[in-house]
């Protein structure tokens, strides 16, 4: 950790020398992980199909003094999850290197088991599962080769707490909730910690691009009251990062204060 003066200020860099991974960057809580984690001193790799909306969010990085590499790729793909870490590794301002990788990227998919749309259930377990355990392994390998390391798996309370109404949904990021912890056992000891962070509702493009709409979702949630921001779990997800290397804080969940369900 370093500190950083800047005019009569003082500013806690407990990142600096550190290099970052996050996938999902281009928007809500992936864009939020990707400057917060910058603001704390990491050298920040950013990664999404949208190439045009990282570029954005590599200069938001760049304009506060941060550093910032774009990998464009698709998340649910092994070769571009291939591309990502192997650019990582050739990235000379992030020191050819990586401690942290977000695992972040997902889509969600909104409907129940009976009424979502099975035409998309192969894609949301693409994205969501395979490609996200796939970085996963790969992170953890490396890792264990450096006796450090830290992977953070973005979940979802409705992995934990399973709804009927995005049951589907919901069952694959119990799928990861698993898969994390059970890489949580096996590295440990190789000094590697892995974490699963589960948000509650956020408001951002994310329900959208799942489906939900007034009807569906946004009447049955009125009464929850103020929803969270996506900064709410950026933040969370950059405090259990800087614990000390003893400590690991395997998993945290997320809500609004008025969210009762799930």
């Keep these: 950790m370093t500190i950083q003066k800047n005019n009569k200020k003082t500013i806690m860099?407990?990142?600096?020398?550190?290099?970052?991974?996050?996938?999902?960057a281009s928007s809500g809580i992936g864009r939020a992980t990707?400057?917060?984690?910058?603001?704390?001193?990491?050298?920040?790799?950013?990664?999404?199909?949208r190439k045009d909306r990282l570029t954005k969010v590599a200069l938001d990085i760049q304009k506060k003094g941060g550093k910032a590499l774009v990998v464009a790729g698709d998340a649910s793909l092994r070769s571009d999850i291939d591309k990502l870490l192997e650019q990582t590794l050739k990235w000379k301002e992030g020191g050819r290197k990586y401690d942290i990788v977000v695992v972040n990227a997902g889509r969600g998919l909104a409907g129940s088991t009976l009424l979502s749309d099975n035409s998309q259930w192969e894609d949301v377990y693409h994205t969501n599962v395979l490609g996200a355990?796939?970085?996963?392994?790969?992170?953890?390998k490396y890792f264990i080769g450096r006796k450090k390391g830290d992977i953070v798996a973005v979940g979802s309370v409705v992995g934990r707490n399973i709804s009927p109404f995005s049951a589907f949904y919901g069952s694959s990021k119990f799928a990861i909730g698993a898969i994390t912890e059970g890489l949580r056992q096996e590295?440990?000891?190789?000094?590697?910690?892995?974490?699963?962070?589960?948000?509650?509702?956020?408001?951002?493009?994310?329900?959208?691009?799942?489906?939900?709409?007034?009807?569906n979702f946004y009447k049955?949630?009125?009464?929850?009251?103020?929803?969270?921001?996506?900064?709410?779990?950026?933040?969370?997800?950059c405090w259990l990062l800087t614990q000390p290397p003893h400590v690991h804080v395997s998993e945290i969940m997320i809500r609004a204060t008025g969210q009762n369900y799930p």
């Design 133 to 140: 355990a796939y970085l996963m392994r790969c992170a953890a």
């Design 34 to 49: 990707a400057l917060t984690l910058a603001q704390a001193g990491a050298a920040v790799v950013i990664h999404s199909r």
């Design 220 to 237: 049955g949630i009125a009464h929850m009251g103020k929803l969270l921001e996506p900064q709410a779990i950026a933040d969370g997800i």
């Design 13 to 24: 860099k407990p990142l600096s020398g550190k290099t970052a991974i996050v996938t999902g």
């Design 187 to 215: 590295v440990c000891a190789h000094g590697v910690r892995v974490s699963l962070v589960m948000p509650g509702i956020v408001t951002s493009g994310f329900q959208k691009v799942a489906g939900y709409d007034e009807d």
